[in-house]
């Protein structure tokens, strides 16, 4: 399965992020091309500000696999990690991440030295537009 088949999965759950008035990002953990984890950010669902997608991938991960690293795993996810989720993204040792969308403001690569560990392979720019699409049309929907 390709990178862009796992990207469209964590596009439909940042939309359904989105469409409960949180910001549309989604993410999804793969090994072996399995998805073992999920999530959309639910920072005002819950009313936590560490429910980000990510952190609730990463959480559902690790539970499904019985163990804290994600060394042979991939974590797709449609914006770019903030420092937090990149400084876990650091600890679970994950093998690879793939980004949808680049985050200009709040984005880890914002912040040097870099935040992933040195094994995780990075690949940018799968399906950006999409998600880009996806968070204009959400703020833009906040503004009017």
């Not at 709040?106 to 799968?126: A, F, I, Q, W």
């Amino acid at each position: 399965m390709s990178d862009e088949y796992f990207m469209e999965i964590a596009l439909i759950l940042a939309e359904e992020a989105g469409a409960d008035g949180e910001i549309p990002v989604g993410a999804v953990v793969v090994c072996k091309n399995r998805i073992i984890g999920k999530g959309r950010n639910q920072t005002e669902q819950l009313g936590d500000v560490t429910a980000h997608a990510e952190m609730l991938a990463i959480t559902a991960a690790t539970q499904s696999l019985g163990s804290k690293y994600l060394t042979d795993c991939t974590l797709y996810v449609t914006l770019e990690p903030c420092v937090m989720c990149a400084g876990a993204l650091y600890w679970v040792q994950l093998s690879r991440l793939v980004i949808g969308a680049t985050d200009p403001k709040r984005g880890y690569n914002r912040v040097s030295p870099p935040l992933l560990h040195p094994k995780t392979r990075l690949e940018t720019g799968v399906l950006a537009g999409e998600s880009e699409t996806l968070l204009a049309n959400f703020f833009r929907g906040l503004r009017t």
